[in-house]
């Protein structure tokens, strides 16, 4: 079992930063992905940045240059360090891993947190 906790969420004004943290527990030594994810009102869940175990970062079109995803291995932490924060930004993020069971990809999902950016 792996379980996720964000934290980091809150108001700012357009313009600003914030910096989102996901701790998590159980197996997650064996990973497909490790990113963060977001849904707007009305909207479906996108991905927003995530690691994969091929060493790759992704970044949604709309984020590049403005937010960047780290971790910290020895803390379980993954942080999604956010700038230039807009409007549409505005969204609960989520906080996820995608593990391997058997020949399927498992997600796991963390309860989210909000963020609203006010212009």
């Known amino acids: 079992q792996v379980q996720l906790v964000e934290s980091g969420g809150g108001l700012v004004q357009a313009g600003g930063s914030l910096r989102l943290s996901c701790v998590a527990s159980g197996n997650i030594f064996t990973f497909s992905a490790m990113g963060w994810y977001r849904q707007a009102p009305g909207k479906q869940r996108e991905l927003v940045a995530r690691?994969?175990?091929?060493?790759?970062?992704n970044y949604a079109d709309s984020v590049k240059g403005r937010f960047t995803i780290s971790r910290d291995s020895a803390k379980n932490t993954v942080y999604l360090h956010m700038s230039s924060l807009k409007p549409e930004d505005t969204a609960v993020y989520y906080c996820?891993?995608?593990?391997?069971?058997?020949?399927?990809?498992?997600?796991?999902w963390g309860q989210g947190t909000q963020v609203t950016v006010s212009s």
């Open positions: 690691f994969t175990s091929g060493g790759s970062t």
């Open positions: 996820n891993v995608a593990r391997p069971v058997g020949i399927s990809i498992r997600d796991y």
